[in-house]
Structures are given as C-alpha cells and as structure tokens.
C-alpha cells in the first residue's frame, strides 16, 4: 500500500430514488401476531416496531439526519488488506489545532457504527489543562459507507491491518486506540500485530480470559479459588457477580441467539436484513434497548442509527460476517487464546453496570499493563453514545499530564 493513498472528503447523501423504495417496503410490510402480554421476552416488542416503522415511513426525515451527520468532518481512502486487495475505508477525522495532539483511533462494533463516536469528538479538543486528541473513527470494512468485503477469511486480524493502515494513511505512524464491541476484540489484534503503531489501548468491553496456570501461577489459583467458592462465599463483588451473570446469560443464555445465526449462517439472516427494513430495524433495535442502561433512545436516533445500515455502501447483510469470520475454527492468529493474551502496552478499562460482557478485574489483569480502571454507576454497551463524558476522562487522565501513559506516542504530548 502507497503511503501517500488520497484522502477524499466524503458528504453523505443518499439517492432519492433509495429512499422511495424503502418507503414503498416499509408500506408492504406485513408484521407477525405477538402473544399476550408479551413484553419484550419474546424479542423486540410489536408495538415499538410498528410505531418505529409507521414513524420511519411517514414521519422521519432522514435529510434531516444526514445534514447532520454531514457536519462531521468526513472522508474516504483506499488501502489495501493483505489477500484481499484494495478496500476504500469511510472515516471521521475530526483533526486539532494543537499540534501536538494524540492521534486517537475509535473503533465500534455491531450494531454500531462512526455515528458513535459524535458526543466524544468536543470533549477531545483540549485545553491548557487537557490534552487534545486528532480523533479518527473509521467505519469498518462492511459497515457503514467503508467498501463491502467480497472474500472468504476477512477476519480480527484483517480489521486490525485496515484500521492500522488508514492511520498510516493519514499520517500517524503512532496513536493509541479505544473500542468497544467488536472494536475491544480489534484492539487486541492491534495490540499483538502492529505494537509499533499503537502504543497504549482503552476498552469498555473488558473481554479477559480466565487466568492461565502457566502465565499466571498465583492469579489463576487465586482466581480459581475464588470462582469455585462464589457459589457458596460473596467471593465476588456484587458488581462483578452481576457482570459475570450477564455475560453468562450474553453468551449461552437468552441473549446468544443474535450471535449463534450471525455466527453460523449469515447468508441466510442475510435475506431478511437485506430485503425487509422492518427486519433490520427489529433485529437493530432490540440490542439497542437491552444492551443500554435505560438510555433515553429518541425515534430519530434510533432510525439513524438503522437507516446507516440499510444505505449502508455494502448492504445491510454485509456486517453480519464478522461474527462467522471471528469464529471460524482455522483463524489462528486472531483464535481467542491469542487475542486473549498479555499485551505489553499500557491499558486503560471503562467498566459499566449494563455491559453485556465484563470479567473481573482480576482476570484482566492479564490483558496488558492496565494503567487505568474506572467503574461507573451508570452505562451500558453503547458507552461513547451513553456516557461520553467517562471515556474522554478516562482518556485524559491516561495521557494527560502526570497519567501513566502521558506522551507514550513520539512527539504527542497532546499539549
């Protein structure tokens, strides 16, 4: 890949003629019945989508949406992933006047999308104070308005090898990186393949493997005990007991469905994603709800939010394909046991109540040199969206004066 690939401004805007026919769909579509008094036990609740629907076609302006997701600073570039030639990545760079600003990657994950990353980009200017970030949030390969990935194997590792690039592209040959969802399981893969890039990393999405008896003698006897006696002792903190419960249910309980089809056969969940809006918007929605702690969702947001995977440049389907890929049994490099291993770079880690997933901190000790830990009382999964205001502290007091991993990238102190 050249290093000098052409950086071109980007303006979302979307056919007219794509959007009479998602209003001719939404007027087709035929809803299912709902048992009695069902709730949201069942999946996402019948009368919020039909008012959701009804809304998106007769009510949502989505010109509206898109002036404003056209005022953030917005471009494409080409880069090229090993195997799989030459992809154009969308990205957010909102760039600062300090001219020694952090460069900042975000990446987000599935359902989400760069529109997270908007509350963040004011509260990363900087003062005399604060450190200033040049922030860019690319949509990943399949998401958003980046290229569709037309071959088998685009997996963690092939995520990691893009983001890595458009920084390259771009000019920051060092950064650091924060993530959530997908985007913690790409952090890892940055941190394991391209350490000569990122040199610090912030999750809130804390996915640590159980402490190993060779890496971690004393952890994992410790950590062992510990589990085996939580059943009978408070061994655990309420919070980390309730996290543990949630991922529990996440991963084999009540919420793996979404996971086990996207997983297995994506093509097939693909049809109605692709075909039926309301489909998309169901499927969208009910994480969007269950994964908050009661984030006060308005209408708007919520078909923003789903209107950017139905106009989406590679189809509503195409990001489906990061779950199957990451779990196909011949990924080596990115397999969990690898992704899961100790990081020799400074971690930062958000921990929210409504997280879907987060293991105790003891586990995660593993991760990395973890620098810094916060615990909030309030977030869920969505965190940039929920609670902006924890992780650009947290990311100031990282590389901020006097945090410990203050001017870890060369040259950018962020002051």
Same mark, same amino acid.
């Given at each position: 890949?050249?290093?000098? *690939?052409?950086?071109?401004?980007?303006?979302?805007?979307? @056919?007219?003629?794509?959007?009479?026919?998602?209003?001719?769909? !939404?007027?087709?579509?035929?809803?299912?019945?709902?048992?009695?008094?069902?709730?949201?036990?069942? /999946?996402?609740?019948?009368?919020?989508?039909?008012?959701?629907?009804?809304?998106?076609?007769? +009510?949502?302006?989505?010109?509206?949406?898109?002036?404003?997701?056209?005022?953030?600073?917005?471009?494409?570039?080409?880069?090229?992933?090993?195997?799989?030639? @030459?992809?154009?990545?969308?990205?957010?760079?909102?760039?600062?006047?300090?001219?020694?600003?952090?460069?900042?990657?975000?990446?987000?994950?599935?359902?989400?999308?760069?529109? @997270?990353?908007?509350?963040?980009? %004011?509260?990363?200017?900087?003062?005399?104070?604060?450190?200033?970030?040049?922030?860019?949030?690319?949509?990943?390969?399949?998401?958003?308005?980046?290229?569709?990935? *037309?071959?088998?194997?685009? +997996?963690?590792?092939?995520?990691?090898?893009?983001? #890595?690039?458009?920084?390259?592209?771009?000019?920051?040959?060092?950064?650091?990186?924060?993530?959530?969802?997908?985007?913690?399981?790409?952090?890892?893969?940055?941190?394991?393949?391209?350490?000569?890039?990122?040199?610090?990393?912030?999750?809130?999405?804390?996915?640590?493997?159980?402490?190993?008896?060779?890496?971690?003698?004393?952890?994992?006897?410790?950590?062992?005990?510990?589990?085996?006696?939580? /059943?009978?002792?408070?061994?655990?903190?309420?919070?980390?007991?309730?996290?543990?419960?949630?991922?529990?249910?996440?991963?084999?309980?009540?919420?793996?469905?979404?996971?086990?089809?996207?997983?297995?056969?994506?093509?097939?969940?693909?049809?109605?994603?692709?075909?039926?809006?309301?489909? !998309?918007?169901?499927?969208?929605? @009910?994480?969007?709800?269950?994964?908050?702690?009661?984030?006060?969702? $308005?209408?708007?947001?919520?078909?923003?939010?789903?209107?950017?995977?139905?106009?989406?440049?590679?189809?509503?389907?195409?990001?489906?394909?990061?779950?199957?890929?990451?779990?196909?049994?011949?990924?080596? !490099?990115?397999?969990?046991?690898?992704?899961?291993?100790?990081?020799?770079? %400074?971690?930062?880690?958000?921990?929210?109540?409504?997280?879907?997933? #987060?293991?105790?901190?003891?586990?995660?000790?593993?991760?990395?040199?973890?620098?810094?830990? $916060?615990?909030?009382?309030?977030?869920?999964?969505?965190?940039?969206?929920?609670?902006?205001?924890?992780?650009?502290?947290?990311?100031?007091?990282?590389?901020?004066? +006097? /945090?410990?991993?203050?001017?870890?990238?060369?040259?950018?102190?962020?002051?």
């Amino acid at each position: 890949m050249s290093p000098v *690939s052409p950086v071109t401004p980007f303006t979302v805007d979307i @056919e007219e003629s794509k959007l009479h026919r998602l209003h001719q769909k !939404l007027g087709l579509t035929d809803f299912p019945p709902e048992l009695d008094q069902a709730g949201s036990t069942y /999946g996402a609740p019948l009368s919020d989508v039909t008012r959701l629907a009804k809304y998106w076609k007769d +009510g949502f302006d989505w010109r509206t949406q898109e002036a404003k997701l056209n005022e953030l600073p917005q471009f494409t570039t080409n880069i090229t992933v090993d195997g799989f030639g @030459e992809l154009n990545v969308h990205f957010v760079h909102q760039k600062s006047d300090v001219a020694n600003a952090i460069p900042l990657l975000f990446i987000h994950g599935w359902p989400g999308s760069f529109i @997270e990353v908007t509350k963040l980009l %004011p509260l990363l200017q900087g003062s005399k104070d604060e450190p200033a970030f040049h922030v860019v949030a690319p949509s990943l390969p399949n998401f958003g308005f980046s290229s569709r990935v *037309s071959k088998k194997g685009f +997996g963690i590792c092939q995520y990691a090898e893009a983001c #890595n690039k458009v920084m390259l592209v771009l000019g920051y040959d060092q950064y650091v990186a924060q993530g959530g969802d997908w985007g913690s399981v790409i952090l890892r893969a940055l941190g394991h393949y391209h350490s000569d890039h990122v040199r610090a990393l912030h999750t809130n999405m804390v996915l640590a493997g159980f402490p190993k008896p060779l890496n971690a003698p004393l952890r994992f006897i410790y950590s062992l005990t510990k589990h085996a006696l939580s /059943g009978f002792l408070p061994t655990y903190t309420t919070s980390e007991s309730e996290s543990l419960a949630r991922a529990m249910d996440w991963r084999f309980g009540s919420g793996r469905g979404y996971f086990a089809q996207m997983a297995t056969k994506p093509q097939t969940i693909g049809y109605s994603l692709a075909d039926s809006p309301v489909g !998309l918007l169901a499927w969208i929605y @009910e994480k969007l709800i269950a994964w908050t702690d009661d984030y006060n969702w $308005s209408d708007d947001e919520i078909l923003t939010w789903v209107s950017i995977y139905y106009f989406s440049t590679a189809g509503p389907s195409a990001a489906s394909f990061i779950y199957f890929e990451s779990q196909a049994k011949d990924r080596d !490099l990115d397999s969990t046991d690898k992704l899961q291993a100790y990081v020799d770079l %400074p971690i930062g880690l958000a921990y929210f109540p409504k997280e879907i997933a #987060n293991m105790p901190r003891l586990w995660a000790e593993g991760m990395g040199k973890v620098i810094h830990v $916060s615990e909030s009382s309030k977030g869920g999964h969505f965190a940039a969206l929920e609670r902006p205001d924890v992780i650009s502290d947290d990311l100031k007091a990282m590389f901020g004066k +006097g /945090g410990k991993a203050f001017a870890v990238v060369d040259g950018k102190s962020g002051y």
